[in-house]
């Protein structure tokens, strides 16, 4: 299965989304696979999230907000140093 890159007119803030997920998995010295495992989510959602590859979904950030042990707002505090 081929996955192309989201076209979205909020692009770079899905990028910085990613990154951010990133910094904070990395802070957790949690793999990919760990968080995947740990949300109990595809191991290549987590890495598509991180490289800005799909706008995901509310469920999914739920669950990887439980899984970093953060409140779900945690995830979005990348906007506030903008």
Known sequence: M????VKSKDQKY????GKH???LRKD???SQEDLANDADIP???IGR???????????TMRAI??????H???????????
């Open 2 to 5: 081929e996955f192309r890159q």
């Open 14 to 17: 899905i990028q910085a989304f």
């Open 21 to 23: 997920l990133r910094k």
């Open 28 to 30: 957790n010295d949690l």
């Open 43 to 45: 191991i290549n959602q």
């Open 49 to 59: 999230i991180d490289r800005a590859e799909v706008n995901t979904t509310i469920s």
């Open 65 to 70: 907000s439980k899984a970093l042990n953060i």
């Open 72 to 82: 779900i707002t945690d995830l979005f505090n990348f906007d506030k140093k903008s």
